[in-house]
Structures are given as structure tokens and as C-alpha cells.
């Protein structure tokens, strides 16, 4: 986004450049809030639960990454379901989640790739897969994605996927995957509504 406001800037685009400054903002302060709890506590911060709209949380999450996703040359395909009803959630927190698993899909994609975000509501829970057209998984890494600090990429610190993973089960979710070599990866983040909090 910083990049982009530079874009902007110079072109003298200032309506983009001042949304871009806001997303900045409010990002860099959901940041610095969300890791100085994490370092202090050495754990997740509590949710502050409110009626979350994923639909529109995923749009936001969405247009933050397009500048990472033009600069690889990778498309970002939304097909959502509408009226789907609200979660209760931290909405920061599942932000980050949704971001974490995204940005992987981008990084896993080859230029000209193919990412596609999708929602739909199925018996009480609000379904959000994420799939890409990278390479996919190996099999000798299947078990171990999840594990902090474990990472096939160089300059990674290994955290993004359990982060979203133990931020989607704070909220009673469940993150999993399916993968196929040659293929790519899809990530599933099922998320109860308010009327199936506490079922399995």
C-alpha cells in the first residue's frame, strides 16, 4: 500500500492516496495493539467479540493485499455469498487470520496465478475457502503447516498459518486444507453464526 501511495502521489491521485493513507492507519494501529498484546502476554490477546459481516471483512482484507498481488501479477477472485448472516467475532483478530491465510496463497502462486476467496453459509456455519493455483502441498510437509515457525519459504518467520489457525479456533472455528501437487491448495475457515455458537 505504501508503494502505491508513492504511485499515487506522484500521479496526484489525492482521493486514492487518502484511502490508502486510512487503510494504512487503521492497519499499523490493529497491528501494534494486536502484537504488543502477543509480546506481553506471550499469548493471544482475549477477543473483543462483536457482530462481524465476513463478506465485508473479506472485501477489506481483500483490497489490502491487491497491491502485493498486482506487483506478483497474481488475480484475486472474490465470489461471495450475499445475506449471509453475522458472526460474533473479534473482528481484528479474524482479519489477521484471513490475511495470514491469503498472503500465503498469493506467495504460493506463480506469476499469472489464480487466487479465489468464496464464501457461503451451510448449517449454521459460515464457510470461507481460500484456493489458489500454486504447486501444492508435499506430502512430506502436510503434517507440519500448521506448526509455528515452520516455513518452506526463505525470509519467513513460519507463524502466519498457526496464527490464523489458533485465532480461527478462539472463535469456535475450524481452519483445514486440501492439496494436490501440481494443482494448489484450498483452505477452509468454517466459522459458527451466532445461532450455532457451542455446536460441533
Known sequence: NIDSLEDDIARANIENSLERLKRIRNTVGEL???LCEILRLVDLPKPQITP?????LVREVETFVRPESLKKEVTVKVALKE????IQADPAQLKHAVLNVLLNAIEACAVKGLVTLATEAKAHRIMLTITDSG??????????IFEPFFTTKEAHAGLGLSLALEIVKRHQGRLSYTSQVGTGTTFLISLPTKRGMGRK
Open 135 to 144: 504447486g501444492g502441498i508435499l506430502e512430506i510437509d502436510r503434517d507440519r
Open 32 to 34: 501494534d495493539s494486536f
Open 83 to 86: 445475506n449471509l448472516p453475522d
Open 52 to 56: 462481524v459481516n465476513v463478506n465485508a
